[in-house]
């Protein structure tokens, strides 16, 4: 049995901000080389899925330059890793190195596998003299089986910072088609999971794979939000500006969490812990909905 050990991680400053994480195949050069110029929070190097297996190892040579590459803007740099022992470990060598913020972990069963990776990066970083823990986790969960096992996986090390249902594998494992009714049970599960662990929920309700239509993408994207979700994966650039407008608060928004922490301050001056804003009771939660709310938005606003 895995020990609950690892605190919770309560402060959503305490996790990176991704809107929008993109994929791009690490053994294709002029997807790396443009990758900076898309708008992305964070550049997925994809060893895993979109990688033939005979590119793999040239994608893994390459992969150094390439993490220098896509980050240049700024953004975050992850690596997607893949699931078999022989090319994870090859995999790890390559992708533990300066630059990187990230591994994704498909396919994700157990919390006993999320911690013999995160062994193994500790290793690696130790030996390379990188900061011990800097790599983060994103754990995507593509089975029914790891559905019994997500707590455990939430909290298996303190370097998991996200997860994210992989809605193509999941659908294919069930025996089904990517649609909202087959995807929305398995979305909230782990919705639910990661917000209980302080992890970043990453997702929407449908399939990754459809990004011609737009505007049904767009109302997908804006549906998550609503359920909590914080942002996504994407496959194709044209998903990631919809990903990056969708999860961040409008300017209204900002405004109303502005009024409500401000009148928070006053009513706590005078002793009270709920009180009454635009004709509506406010109290802890809503409070806590308003600093969220704050937190998702540029630095500059974080001194609210």
């Known amino acids: 049995m895995i020990k609950d050990t690892f605190p919770a991680i309560e402060s959503p400053m305490s996790v990176p901000r991704w809107r929008s994480l993109l994929f791009v195949p690490a053994h294709v050069p002029r997807f790396v080389k443009t990758a900076h110029e898309r708008g992305a929070d964070g ?5 895993e899925d979109s990688v033939p297996q005979d590119r793999k190892d040239q994608a893994r040579r390459q992969l150094r330059g390439s993490v220098a590459k896509v980050g240049r803007n700024g953004a975050s740099v992850l690596v997607r ?5 022989r090319a994870l470990a090859a995999d790890l060598e390559a992708a533990v190195v300066a630059g990187v913020n990230a591994l994704v972990l498909p396919k994700v069963e157990s ?4 911690m013999e990776v995160a062994d193994a990066v500790t290793e690696l970083e130790h030996e390379r003299n990188l900061d011990a823990g800097s790599i983060r986790f994103v754990a995507q969960i593509e089975t029914p089986g790891a559905l019994t096992r ?3 996986i939430a909290s298996a090390h303190p370097r998991m910072a996200a997860m994210a249902l992989g809605p193509e594998d999941f659908s294919a494992a069930a025996g089904g088609t990517p649609s ?9 599960s782990v919705l639910f999971a990661a917000r209980a662990r302080g992890l970043l929920p990453l997702g929407f309700v449908g399939s990754i794979g459809q990004f011609s239509d737009t505007q049904k993408f767009r109302d997908v994207v804006i549906q998550a939000r609503r359920l909590g979700f914080v942002g996504a994966l994407a496959i194709h650039p044209t998903q ?3 990903l990056n407008e969708a999860f961040s608060p409008s300017a209204e928004e900002f405004e109303w969490a502005r009024r409500v922490l401000a009148t928070e301050r006053d009513a706590a001056a005078e002793g009270r812990g709920a009180f009454a804003l635009d004709g509506k009771m406010v109290d802890a939660p809503v409070v806590r909905r308003a600093r969220e709310i ?8 974080l001194g609210v």
């Open 43 to 47: 550049v997925i190097l994809d060893l």
């Open 81 to 85: 890793v893949n699931r078999g022992l």
């Open 180 to 188: 909202p009714e087959l995807l929305l049970g398995p979305n909230l």
């Open 111 to 114: 919390a006993e596998w999320v």
């Open 294 to 301: 704050i937190a998702m938005g540029p630095k500059a606003e």
């Open 150 to 152: 997500l707590a455990a």
């Open 240 to 242: 990631v500006a919809i």
